[in-house]
């Protein structure tokens, strides 16, 4: 007798019934791994995040794939930014006292005849040192202008600012600050304040910071005599990037000092604020140009002085 032996089907079934509800995962096909090959090789973050998202979008089935891509990319872009830190924390630790500074130097001129012959010159230079906690403000400016063979304006301003870093937004600071101005009433003003001051916004696109503190005050004045004033300091450095080439500045510092006695606070206060607004737009990566309005104010002015000083400036501006 044939005996014929069979095999159960039951398990094949299954198995493929399993195949079918789990399917394996697809290849990346290669037009879709040489974009993402291109992209990977411009190390640019956005554009590799870009065409990995459009990549599985139109090929979901190789998601888990390209997902392992991205996450290896933003590792390695970790690494290097680790790397980079270290690198960079090393070389301030190391550097010397000159090292470091970087800066911008302003000028402009003019000169006019016929009617009235006037000529004259502005000039101004900015150096800042930023280290890991530390930050080094210089700022240094000059106007000098002559009318009809007489000397109409000269005026000079020079600064020092320290910085100490408490937080990523909060700070201390201390300032030292030397003006010049005969034709405001005094051969010299020195100013000395310290106290803190706060980064309101801090973007890529837009900052604000704003600083607060006492102040004391020795003015020189041009017939001879001299004030020491006690006070207080505000001030406030907003920076606004419209566009690649272009930003908008405005700087702001307002003096508010009154004599050492207090019974004479409000007969002999004076208040000095000084705003800059400014225009740059950029020529190249070094060479930028600068339109700015300086609006100065003294509430108490020596006699034959006026209270308010404003000046257009057109210059040409380069970093270093």
Same mark, same amino acid.
């Given at each position: 007798?044939?005996?014929i032996l069979t095999v159960p089907r039951l398990p094949t079934?299954?198995?493929?019934?399993?195949?079918?509800?789990?399917?394996?995962?697809?290849?990346?096909?290669?037009?879709?791994?040489?974009?993402?090959?291109?992209?990977?090789?411009?190390?640019?973050?956005?554009?590799?995040?870009?065409?990995?998202?459009?990549?599985?979008?139109?090929?979901?089935?190789?998601?888990?794939?390209?997902?392992?891509?991205?996450?290896q990319f933003k590792a390695h872009k970790a690494a290097q930014?680790?790397?980079?830190? $270290?690198?960079?924390?090393?070389?301030?630790?190391?550097?010397?006292?000159?090292?470091?500074?970087?800066?911008?130097?302003?000028?402009?001129?003019?000169?006019?005849?016929?009617?009235?012959?006037?000529?004259?010159?502005?000039?101004?230079?900015?150096?800042?040192?930023?280290?890991?906690?530390?930050?080094?403000?210089?700022?240094?400016?000059?106007?000098?202008?002559?009318?009809?063979?007489?000397?109409?304006?000269?005026?000079?301003?020079? /600064?020092?600012?320290?910085?100490?870093?408490?937080?990523?937004?909060?700070?201390?600071?201390?300032?030292?600050?030397?003006?010049?101005?005969?034709?405001?009433?005094?051969?010299?003003?020195?100013?000395?304040?310290?106290?803190?001051?706060?980064?309101i916004l801090k973007k890529s696109s837009v900052s604000l910071?704003?600083?607060?503190?006492?102040?004391?005050?020795?003015?020189?004045?041009?017939?001879?005599?001299?004030?020491?004033?006690?006070?207080?300091?505000?001030?406030?450095?907003?920076?606004?990037? @419209?566009?690649?080439?272009?930003?908008?500045?405005?700087?702001?510092?307002?003096?508010?000092?009154?004599?050492?006695?207090?019974?004479?606070?409000?007969?002999?206060?004076? *208040?000095? /604020?000084?705003? $800059? *607004?400014?225009?740059?737009?950029?020529?190249? =990566?070094?060479? *930028?140009?600068?339109?700015?309005? *300086? @609006?100065?104010?003294?509430?108490?002015?020596?006699?034959?002085?006026?209270?308010? =000083?404003?000046?257009?400036?057109?210059?040409? /501006?380069?970093?270093?």
């Amino acid at each position: 007798m044939q005996t014929i032996l069979t095999v159960p089907r039951l398990p094949t079934l299954a198995a493929g019934l399993l195949f079918l509800a789990v399917p394996a995962q697809a290849e990346i096909p290669p037009p879709v791994q040489a974009m993402v090959d291109a992209a990977l090789a411009t190390d640019d973050a956005g554009k590799v995040q870009t065409v990995i998202d459009l990549a599985i979008q139109t090929n979901p089935g190789a998601e888990g794939e390209l997902r392992q891509i991205l996450a290896q990319f933003k590792a390695h872009k970790a690494a290097q930014a680790a790397l980079a830190a $270290v690198d960079k924390e090393q070389k301030i630790r190391e550097a010397g006292l000159i090292d470091l500074w970087s800066g911008k130097g302003q000028i402009g001129a003019f000169q006019s005849s016929g009617n009235s012959n006037d000529a004259g010159i502005s000039a101004s230079l900015d150096l800042t040192r930023t280290g890991i906690d530390w930050r080094h403000q210089i700022r240094a400016r000059a106007d000098y202008q002559r009318s009809n063979g007489r000397t109409s304006r000269e005026q000079y301003v020079l /600064v020092y600012e320290p910085q100490f870093r408490i937080s990523p937004s909060l700070f201390t600071y201390a300032l030292a600050q030397y003006e010049h101005d005969r034709f405001q009433g005094y051969t010299g003003r020195y100013s000395l304040s310290g106290g803190i001051g706060y980064d309101i916004l801090k973007k890529s696109s837009v900052s604000l910071s704003a600083k607060l503190g006492p102040a004391f005050r020795r003015t020189e004045f041009t017939n001879g005599t001299s004030a020491d004033n006690l006070g207080g300091l505000i001030g406030l450095d907003f920076d606004w990037k @419209l566009s690649k080439a272009l930003t908008l500045t405005q700087d702001t510092n307002l003096i508010a000092d009154s004599g050492t006695r207090a019974a004479i606070i409000i007969d002999s206060g004076n *208040t000095s /604020v000084v705003v $800059v *607004t400014g225009l740059e737009a950029k020529i190249s =990566d070094r060479l *930028t140009t600068r339109i700015s309005y *300086t @609006l100065e104010y003294d509430s108490n002015p020596p006699v034959g002085a006026v209270s308010t =000083d404003t000046l257009s400036r057109f210059t040409l /501006v380069y970093g270093f």
